[in-house]
């Protein structure tokens, strides 16, 4: 194909998120993707003004990675880590789909390099953007780099990836290593951050959320129960927070769905419930009911039938207790919703009342 200037392909690039002939462009721009020279034109897209330049530059940083990887001359992927690194740094308090976009190419070069070229690939970035950041916040004091959120986006998309990715080998033993190893120091990192109280600004917003829904990824990949229990207690402090109720919530649900979370059930219990059967959970479901509004409690309503079906035993075996008598008052206010059984149900469900039911009826 024809080699097109910088400012031609951003053309292009402009008239695929365009509505004028965009299945062309797309045509075009995948067959550029497969071209050797993409590698060197990826970054001089992350350099345009254009945000659409700038995504498609970290996407294409991103495809080449993953599927041309073979392409890549070894003394070049130290190259091609570097410049990942500096445009994270550099666009940090740029548009966040672009930093995705860039972590997610960054996380794919890190499960190609396992063990050969990059094995330390999550204290290499703690370490990096620490670095960088001191050194560019010194230079210039009046625009401090937002840096917590590529390191949280970084931290998010690693253990989903992993997760999906299919690993075998050596590689597999050592990327899992390093999550591993890297578990005391992102606890940490998400402790500091969710315990700061900055007030709600919409910058302090968007780092909660984003820490959570970071916590929320470790969670699915494993964090022993022993390295969350104290997270967890500021996750609850969220949860009645309306702008962090629906990410909390995410949460709390990930968190008592995980089956080894069982060996614990006493100790969850009892956090869940002061959660759940509190004065503002309380006043969510009155005020739902009232305004017929089903969004208003979902999240809560969610929680609660999550909560039954992962600890049925524990809400009969202590039945008579009064936090489980509002929790089972508060199961039955979602009732009050109207509409007919099966065809409106949105709220109006008991998924473990056949087992509490049963394990009520079953021998002592």
Known sequence: ?????????????????????????QEYLQALQKQQYAWELAPQLLASESVNSQFFGAHTFQVKISRDWHTLPPDRKEWVRNELLRWIVRLSNGPMVVITKLCLALTAFALQAVPEFWTNFISDFFNYLHTESMTISAQNQYQPLFIELPLLEFLTIVPEEVLRADLIGERKAK???????????????????????????ERDIILKQKCLRCLQSWIQYGVPFEMLHLLIDHVIALFSVESMNDVATEVLVEFISQTRITYYQDTVCEKILQCMTGDWAKSQITRAINDGDELAARNLCRLMTTFGDNFTNYVAINFLRQDIVVYLEMMLMFAGFPGYFGQDQEISFFCGRHQFFSYCHSDP
């Open 1 to 25: 194909m024809d080699i097109q200037s910088l400012a031609q392909v951003e053309q292009i690039i402009a008239q695929l998120y365009g509505n004028v002939d965009s299945n062309s462009a």
């Open 175 to 201: 990327v899992n290593q390093e999550l591993i190893d890297s578990i005391p120091r992102v606890m940490s990192m998400l402790r500091n951050l969710l315990s700061a109280h900055h007030g709600y600004s």
